[in-house]
C-alpha cells in the first residue's frame, strides 16, 4: 500500500497536479471578478481536472504493478494537464484580456483557436511520451471518410458558419430576415445561428440554410446609423387638396419629435394614389430601433390622426358606406344647437370670461374653433408669436417655462380653463410652452372676436385684467421669491401695465 501511495505521489508530481489545482483556482477568481457577461464559465475546465485527477491515480496503480504498459499509463495524466492548461489560457486571453481590452472576437474564431492550440499540444505530448503518431494518422483518414459521408448536413452547416463569421457578414445583434423569420441574431454557433423574435421565439435557423438563401440585414447601410424605413398608410377624402394633407401631417410631426423616429433624414408625406372616392397617403420614416415598429407606428398614426382633426380634414370613409340619414335644415340646425349648448357650457366654467353678459359668452361661443391634440403634442412654444387662446373642453395640459436651459413645469391646466390668454389680450410672445398630457379636446378663440366684446364693453377689461395679473405673477414666482407685499404691489403693477396694454392693442 505504501508503495501505491508512493507512485501516486510521484505520478502527481511528475505531472505538476497540484500546480494545475492552483492554476484552476486562479482562472475562476480571476473570471468571477472580471470576466464578461456570457463567458464559457469553468465546467469543461473542471471536467478535465477531475479526469486528471483520476488519471494520475489509475497512473500510479499501473505503475506499482508488473504492466507492459506503465510507460503509456501516464500519457492520460499529461495530455488532461496540458489540455487544462491551454482552456485555461484560452479563457484568460479571450475572456479576460481582450474583453477588457474591447477587442471583440468571433465565437467560432475563439474556438478555432483554442482547438489548434490543443491539437498541437496534442501531437506535442504524444511524441514526447513516444507514442507512434503514424497508425493514428492511418487510422484517423479512414475514421475521417466515413464521419464525412454520415455527418454531410451537419458539416454543412458547421462550415456554413465558419464562412459566415470569416467574411463577417452578420455580427450578433443585426436584426436579419430569412423567409417569413424575423429577429435579431443572438448567437452564432458552428451549427446553426440563434434569432430572437419580437413574439419573443428563439429560432434556430441551420447554417447552410444562411449560406443558401437570401439574408436581409435590416436597417443596415455601410456609413450610416443604423435605421429602417417605415411606411405608414391612411386615406383622405380626395375633394381636399393634397398640398393641405401634406402640409398638415409635417407641421405636426416636425413640431415635436416621436420616440424612435430619426431626425435625419426627416419624415415624409406623400400622395400614393387617387381612388374612386379616396386619395391614399403615406408618411415615410426612419425607425432607429428595430424592436419598437408597431408601436411607434401607432404614435405616429394618432399624431397624424389628430394633426387632420385640428385642421378639418376628414378621413376617407370606406367607399362601400351609404348613409341613409336625411341632411335636412332641422337635423342640422339641431346639430348646431348642440355644440353650442358645449360651447356656453365650456365658457361659464371659465373664471376668465366670469364679467361677459349672455349675449357676449354666445358671441364669443360661435366664433371658437375645434382644435383637438393627440398626448405628448406640443401647443404652444414659448416666445413664440401668436394672437388667440386656448379653452379646454377634455384632458389636461402641461405648462412649462424654460429655467436655465431647462423647462420646468409650472401648472396643469384641465377641462373648463384657458391658456394662451396674454398672447390673445396682448399680442406679447408665449410666455410659457404648453403639452398636451392626455389627448386634448380644445377650442380656440381668435383675437378679432374678443376685440369686438371689448369695444362694446371696454370696462371688461380692467376685470380681465386683474385676472391676469394674479396668473403673471405665479408664473414670475418660478424664477424667485416675493413675499406678501411685494407680490401685492407686482399684481397691482402688473394690472396696470396690462390695463394699458390690452387698451392700445385693441385700439380701445
Same mark, same amino acid.
Given at each position: 500500500?505504501?508503495? #501505491? /501511495? %508512493? *507512485?501516486?505521489? +510521484?505520478?502527481?508530481?511528475?505531472? $505538476?497536479?497540484?500546480? @494545475?489545482?492552483?492554476?484552476? !483556482? &486562479? =482562472?475562476?477568481?480571476?473570471?468571477? #471578478? /472580471? %470576466? *464578461?457577461?456570457? +463567458?464559457?464559465?469553468?465546467?469543461? $475546465?473542471?471536467?478535465? @481536472?477531475?479526469?486528471?485527477? !483520476? &488519471? =494520475?491515480?489509475?497512473?500510479?496503480?499501473?505503475?506499482?504493478?508488473?504492466?507492459?504498459?506503465?510507460?503509456?499509463?501516464?500519457?492520460?495524466?499529461?495530455?488532461?494537464?496540458?489540455?487544462?492548461?491551454?482552456?485555461?489560457?484560452?479563457?484568460?486571453?479571450?475572456?479576460?484580456?481582450?474583453?477588457?481590452?474591447?477587442?471583440?472576437?468571433?465565437?467560432?474564431?475563439?474556438?478555432?483557436?483554442?482547438?489548434?492550440?490543443?491539437?498541437?499540444?496534442?501531437?506535442?505530448?504524444?511524441?514526447?511520451?513516444?507514442?507512434?503518431?503514424?497508425?493514428?494518422?492511418?487510422?484517423?483518414?479512414?475514421?475521417?471518410?466515413?464521419?464525412?459521408?454520415?455527418?454531410?448536413?451537419?458539416?454543412?452547416?458547421?462550415?456554413?458558419?465558419?464562412?459566415?463569421?470569416?467574411?463577417?457578414?452578420?455580427?450578433?445583434?443585426?436584426?436579419?430576415?430569412?423567409?417569413?423569420?424575423?429577429?435579431?441574431?443572438?448567437?452564432?454557433?458552428?451549427?446553426?445561428?440563434?434569432?430572437?423574435?419580437?413574439?419573443?421565439?428563439?429560432?434556430?435557423?441551420?447554417?447552410?440554410?444562411?449560406?443558401?438563401?437570401?439574408?436581409?440585414?435590416?436597417?443596415?447601410?455601410?456609413?450610416?446609423?443604423?435605421?429602417?424605413?417605415?411606411?405608414?398608410?391612411?386615406?383622405?377624402?380626395?375633394?381636399?387638396?393634397?398640398?393641405?394633407?401634406?402640409?398638415?401631417?409635417?407641421?405636426?410631426?416636425?413640431?415635436?419629435?416621436?420616440?424612435?423616429?430619426?431626425?435625419?433624414?426627416?419624415?415624409?408625406?406623400?400622395?400614393?394614389?387617387?381612388?374612386?372616392?379616396?386619395?391614399?397617403?403615406?408618411?415615410?420614416?426612419?425607425?432607429?430601433?428595430?424592436?419598437?415598429?408597431?408601436?411607434?407606428?401607432?404614435?405616429?398614426?394618432?399624431?397624424?390622426?389628430?394633426?387632420?382633426?385640428?385642421?378639418?380634414?376628414?378621413?376617407?370613409?370606406?367607399?362601400?358606406?351609404?348613409?341613409?340619414?336625411?341632411?335636412?335644415?332641422?337635423?342640422?340646425?339641431?346639430?348646431?344647437?348642440?355644440?353650442?349648448?358645449?360651447?356656453?357650457?365650456?365658457?361659464?366654467?371659465?373664471?376668465?370670461?366670469?364679467?361677459?353678459?349672455?349675449?357676449?359668452?354666445?358671441?364669443?361661443?360661435?366664433?371658437?374653433?375645434?382644435?383637438?391634440?393627440?398626448?405628448?403634442?406640443?401647443?404652444?412654444?414659448?416666445?413664440?408669436?401668436?394672437?388667440?387662446?386656448?379653452?379646454?373642453?377634455?384632458?389636461?395640459?402641461?405648462?412649462?417655462?424654460?429655467?436655465?436651459?431647462?423647462?420646468?413645469?409650472?401648472?396643469?391646466?384641465?377641462?373648463?380653463?384657458?391658456?394662451?390668454?396674454?398672447?390673445?389680450?396682448?399680442?406679447?410672445?408665449?410666455?410659457?410652452?404648453?403639452?398636451?398630457?392626455?389627448?386634448?379636446?380644445?377650442?380656440?378663440?381668435?383675437?378679432?372676436?374678443?376685440?369686438?366684446?371689448?369695444?362694446?364693453?371696454?370696462?371688461?377689461?380692467?376685470?380681465?385684467?386683474?385676472?391676469?395679473?394674479?396668473?403673471?405673477?405665479?408664473?414670475?414666482?418660478?424664477?424667485?421669491?416675493?413675499?406678501?407685499?411685494?407680490?401685492?404691489?407686482?399684481?397691482?403693477?402688473?394690472?396696470?401695465?396690462?390695463?394699458?396694454?390690452?387698451?392700445?392693442?385693441?385700439?380701445?
Amino acid at each position: 500500500m505504501s508503495e #501505491l /501511495f %508512493a *507512485r501516486i505521489q +510521484h505520478e502527481a508530481a511528475t505531472a $505538476l497536479s497540484v500546480w @494545475l489545482v492552483v492554476f484552476f !483556482v &486562479a =482562472v475562476a477568481v480571476l473570471q468571477r #471578478l /472580471f %470576466a *464578461r457577461p456570457g +463567458h464559457r464559465g469553468l465546467r469543461v $475546465l473542471g471536467g478535465l @481536472l477531475g479526469l486528471h485527477v !483520476v &488519471a =494520475v491515480f489509475g497512473a500510479g496503480v499501473v505503475r506499482s504493478q508488473p504492466f507492459d504498459f506503465a510507460n503509456e499509463a501516464g500519457v492520460a495524466a499529461r495530455l488532461t494537464f496540458s489540455w487544462s492548461i491551454v482552456l485555461g489560457l484560452g479563457a484568460l486571453l479571450f475572456d479576460l484580456l481582450l474583453a477588457r481590452l474591447r477587442v471583440r472576437m468571433n465565437r467560432i474564431i475563439e474556438d478555432l483557436v483554442v482547438f489548434g492550440a490543443l491539437a498541437v499540444v496534442t501531437v506535442l505530448v504524444l511524441r514526447r511520451t513516444g507514442v507512434d503518431l503514424t497508425g493514428i494518422v492511418a487510422t484517423s483518414a479512414v475514421v475521417t471518410a466515413v464521419v464525412g459521408l454520415s455527418l454531410q448536413d451537419t458539416l454543412g452547416n458547421t462550415i456554413g458558419g465558419l464562412t459566415l463569421q470569416l467574411d463577417d457578414s452578420i455580427h450578433v445583434g443585426d436584426w436579419i430576415k430569412v423567409g417569413d423569420v424575423t429577429g435579431r441574431v443572438v448567437d452564432i454557433r458552428w451549427r446553426f445561428t440563434a434569432i430572437e423574435t419580437r413574439n419573443w421565439e428563439t429560432v434556430l435557423i441551420p447554417n447552410s440554410k444562411l449560406a443558401k438563401n437570401d439574408v436581409v440585414v435590416l436597417g443596415q447601410r455601410q456609413g450610416q446609423p443604423r435605421q429602417l424605413r417605415r411606411w405608414v398608410y391612411f386615406h383622405v377624402d380626395f375633394r381636399t387638396p393634397p398640398g393641405d394633407v401634406v402640409d398638415t401631417v409635417l407641421d405636426a410631426l416636425r413640431d415635436m419629435p416621436i420616440p424612435n423616429v430619426a431626425a435625419e433624414p426627416p419624415p415624409s408625406c406623400v400622395l400614393l394614389e387617387l381612388g374612386e372616392s379616396t386619395a391614399r397617403y403615406a408618411v415615410r420614416y426612419w425607425l432607429t430601433d428595430i424592436a419598437a415598429d408597431d408601436p411607434t407606428d401607432g404614435d405616429l398614426r394618432t399624431r397624424v390622426f389628430f394633426a387632420l382633426k385640428r385642421r378639418g380634414i376628414p378621413l376617407a370613409m370606406p367607399a362601400q358606406a351609404v348613409f341613409v340619414t336625411e341632411d335636412s335644415n332641422k337635423r342640422r340646425e339641431r346639430h348646431h344647437a348642440e355644440e353650442r349648448t358645449r360651447r356656453l357650457k365650456a365658457l361659464r366654467r371659465v373664471e376668465l370670461f366670469a364679467p361677459l353678459g349672455d349675449a357676449e359668452c354666445e358671441r364669443v361661443a360661435d366664433a371658437l374653433v375645434h382644435a383637438p391634440y393627440a398626448r405628448g403634442e406640443r401647443i404652444t412654444r414659448q416666445g413664440a408669436e401668436a394672437d388667440w387662446l386656448y379653452l379646454v373642453g377634455a384632458g389636461r395640459v402641461a405648462v412649462r417655462i424654460a429655467v436655465d436651459g431647462e423647462e420646468r413645469e409650472v401648472a396643469q391646466i384641465g377641462a373648463g380653463e384657458v391658456f394662451g390668454e396674454m398672447s390673445l389680450l396682448t399680442g406679447e410672445p408665449r410666455a410659457a410652452s404648453v403639452y398636451a398630457l392626455s389627448d386634448l379636446d380644445c377650442w380656440r378663440l381668435e383675437r378679432d372676436v374678443f376685440r369686438m366684446v371689448l369695444q362694446d364693453r371696454p370696462e371688461v377689461a380692467n376685470e380681465i385684467a386683474g385676472q391676469l395679473s394674479e396668473r403673471r405673477v405665479r408664473l414670475e414666482e418660478v424664477r424667485g421669491d416675493l413675499d406678501a407685499v411685494a407680490r401685492a404691489r407686482r399684481v397691482e403693477q402688473e394690472k396696470t401695465a396690462l390695463v394699458a396694454r390690452m387698451r392700445s392693442f385693441f385700439g380701445l
